[in-house]
């Protein structure tokens, strides 16, 4: 009876009878192919926490263990690793890389001291193609543990999955809260501007601050300054209504063509000092839409806005407006706010529509609201974006890029649908 004993470097191995051990294991198997498993068997003891074989090396041994257990594991990153399964005496590893080809998919460690048969590649695939019911046993053994990795995987996910929307709830809570507080500071805080900017107007009429260019210079800056507090104000709150759903829409017929000569009077002076032309195209021609007209206001109000704000002097804004067909929201007016300004990059497309979203580095931007690349508070885009969609509407930006340097421009597309009028 042929009898193996190896010498590990580390520790010595007990004696095993490798044909006597691999018996029942391989029930069924020929004698002369135990006995070949057995001559080509080599046993190794390791010591607890020794690796056995690495993820991502070859695989020309096949293993079963003998005494002892081994953990199969997965390394995710450098910090952290999956634990797959153990396996104890009896119990194959390694056999898949041997059959696919292929390295090892997992790291194999001694748990506690072990001891482990190891079988090179030609004997085993030798003994494989002779025995089919060895063949049959390691198919087996494999669906069964393919099934076990998915039903591992399935039980991973849904737990990392409910982690994560027990996250997600905390999250939104908080940004409910944080919504909340602004909401109220804004409120709080827009009542005395509004007061402020009454007086301060008011003070600006007074014939002894008309006389006096010095009184009229800084009552003039204390009412530009209070009238941007007091819009700041208003865009926080417009912004916390759409964000608690709360924006309401009062449709009426709404003009188009008269809301945006409202906005065009709104920036005539700012248009004029940064020599920026502001043109319309088939604005005038547009049917007249059932639509909010404040909210409408707004929602061009803001994209004329960043037109003027992210387009250096000299540059030009397009407006243009034309009825068409749209899949899901069937016909729309679309009005396109185009520029020749700075652009967006991809990467920032669709996150400038969130509240607060702002590109670059805010501290490097001028303040004034019309000067070029001038503060804001990152709030427009989301205003526009809420009063599009209470209107069943789409927005989206277009550009082919940024560049301070080549101006490549951007374009938002404003999609409104045409709502049945009620009888
Ligand atoms: P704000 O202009 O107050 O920062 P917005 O919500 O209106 O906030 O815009 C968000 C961001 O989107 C801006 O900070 C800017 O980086 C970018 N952006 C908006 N419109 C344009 C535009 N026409 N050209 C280039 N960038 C733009």
């Not at 865009?235 to 063509?257: C, E, F, Q, Y």
């Not at 407006?319 to 991809?346: F, N």
């Amino acid at each position: 009876m042929p009898y193996q004993t190896i010498m590990d470097t580390l520790s010595s191995s007990p004696q095993v009878n490798v044909k006597e051990f691999l018996r029942p294991i391989l029930l069924g198997l020929a004698e002369e192919d135990l006995d070949e498993l057995a001559q080509a068997g080599v046993v190794r003891a390791f010591p607890a926490g020794a690796v056995i074989c690495q993820e991502g090396e070859p695989g020309d041994v096949a293993y079963v263990v003998v005494q002892g257990r081994v953990e199969i594991i997965q390394r995710l990153d450098d910090q952290s690793e999956r634990f797959l399964r153990s396996a104890g005496s009896g119990e194959f590893f390694g056999e898949m890389a041997i059959l696919q080809e292929g390295v090892r998919s997992a790291t194999v460690r001694a748990a506690e001291p072990a001891t482990v048969l190891e079988i090179g590649r030609r004997p085993f695939l030798t003994v494989l193609g002779r025995s089919p019911a060895l063949g049959i046993r390691i198919l087996v053994r494999m669906t069964t543990r393919l099934r076990d990795a998915d039903q591992q995987a399935i039980a991973e996910l849904r737990k990392a999955n409910e982690e994560l929307t027990r996250m997600l709830r905390q999250l939104e809570r908080l940004d409910r809260t944080k919504s909340d507080f602004i909401q109220l500071s804004a409120h709080e805080l827009r009542t005395p501007v509004a007061a402020l900017l009454g007086y301060t107007q008011m003070m600006r009429e007074n014939p002894q601050v008309q006389n006096s260019p010095q009184l009229r210079a800084l009552v003039e800056g204390v009412v530009t300054g209070t009238a941007r507090l007091h819009r700041v104000f208003n865009s926080i709150l417009d912004v916390s209504r759409v964000m608690a759903g709360n924006l309401r829409i009062h449709r009426t017929p709404v003009s188009i063509s008269i809301v945006m000569d409202g906005i065009v009077l709104e920036f005539r002076r700012a248009l004029e000092e940064r020599a920026l032309t502001l043109e319309q195209r088939g604005i005038q021609d547009l049917p007249i839409y059932s639509g909010d007209p404040d909210l409408l206001y707004k929602v061009f109000y803001h994209l004329v806005n960043n037109g003027i704000k992210y387009t250096p002097d000299g540059g030009r804004i397009t407006v243009t407006g034309r009825t068409v067909d749209v899949p899901d929201l069937g016909r729309c007016i679309e009005v396109t706010v185009e520029d020749t300004g700075i652009g967006i990059a991809p990467q920032d497309r669709d996150l400038i529509f969130e509240k607060f979203y702002r590109t670059g580095e805010p501290t490097l931007y001028s303040s004034g609201t019309t000067t070029f690349k001038g503060g804001g508070p990152g709030l427009g885009l989301a205003i526009a974006k809420g009063g599009v969609q209470v209107h069943g509407g789409r927005i989206r930006a277009e550009s082919p890029g940024y560049s301070e340097e080549i101006c490549p421009g951007s374009r938002f597309i404003v999609q409104l649908p045409f709502v049945e009028e009620p009888q």
